[in-house]
């Protein structure tokens, strides 16, 4: 998901985005440990998308202060 397209979406939208895919990540984690995750760059994905949406969402937050 790209940072453009974050912008777009509302505080509330971030979070709920930001906590499906820690659940995501939680899930592929999981897998990874029991060694039914296939795609293991999914994980460095799944970590980069969490931080690019909690980035998005600090900022707006700081805007609105």
Same mark, same amino acid.
């Given at each position: 998901m790209k &940072? &453009? @397209?974050l912008? #777009? +979406?509302s505080a509330d939208e971030l979070r709920s985005k930001s906590q499906e895919l820690r659940a995501e990540l939680w899930s592929a984690?999981?897998?990874h @440990?029991?060694? #039914?995750? @296939?795609n293991t760059a999914k994980l460095a994905a799944l970590r980069r998308d969490v !931080?690019?949406? @909690?980035t998005v969402l600090r900022q707006? +937050?700081? !805007?609105?202060r």
């Open positions: &940072s &453009s @397209e912008g #777009q +979406l984690r999981m897998k @440990e029991t060694g #039914q995750l @296939e !931080a690019r949406v @909690e707006k +937050l700081g !805007a609105t």
